[in-house]
């Protein structure tokens, strides 16, 4: 899973329907990469300011949406819950914008908060680095949610502020927990008989998983429309081309559905994607897929000679650690 999070900063509109009026807003800005600001809606530039020669941008009235927004120099980007009649100040440090942003006026409260959340999104990104344990790994991230809802337990917070962030940290959390119960589920598989697959092979005839017994088998479920899974495309055909002629089985298995079979066997022949290539028999509630768990893709899995689950939750292609964790294996 991704090791940050994404609450406010998805960049989501959630006033869709709020009415228009004025407010006001000024920054000072230390170390400037250039002499304009730029402030950001969900569907185009709001306002851009002007510096003079000491970086500071005057006040200006123009008019907003209650809504969240960016704010970028053009390299840093903070984010900024803007609505009528606030008259906002904010300053910050262009060599670090995440660590020194902050804001005085009507409307600091919120935008503070918002600052808070995203430097805490940085550094849960660092403390998960080193964790592997994908429950252990779940588990922190949920209890670093819980740090942000202790955030918002300021009266003063703007009430749809408040509804808007904390229904988007329960949402968050509630997916934290889905994935706490697969990793649970997935980790639980290691060490036992893998279910079993019989799918349509690209290349004609059904593969079954007994199929590839004496071999590792590493398996790619995937799917055309999913832009991270073909991201991971060209890793997977290095990759394959690197291990050739090892005791390597490579199964990708397309979860599409069946009114894009053609599309699938086009784009394997159009990209010339290696390995096994498979049609899964009832996209994400074929037996295979949901004996797994798998609710999101790409997933990869890794399956030893004797058809035991070796990693229910294998590293990607494009992750060093798989070549790491191959090399291992191919020593035994």
Known sequence: MKKTLSIVFLFV???AFAQTGEMKFSAKVENRRNDSLIIKSQTGIVKVLKSDANGNFKSVSFAVKPDFYQITDGTGVAVLYLREGIDLSMTMDA???LATVAFK???????????????????IGQKLDGIKDPVLLNKTIDGMLAGMEKRLEDSALNKDFYTIISQQIKTQRQQIAGMIEQAGKAEKMVGNPSPSFAYENHKGGITKLEDLKGKYVYIDVWATWCGPCRAEIPHLQKIE???????IAFVSISIDEMKNHDKWKKMVEEKQMGGIQLFADNNWSSAFVQAFGINSIPRFLLIDPNGNVLNADAPRPSDPALRAEF??????
């Open 95 to 97: 060599k670090d914008v």
């Open 241 to 247: 081309e690197d291990y050739h002629g090892k005791k």
């Open 327 to 332: 090399d291992k294996l191919l020593k035994k």
């Open 13 to 15: 509109s959630a006033f």
């Open 105 to 123: 006026g009507t409307g600091e409260r919120e935008n503070n908060t918002l600052a808070a959340f995203n430097r805490d999104n940085k550094e």
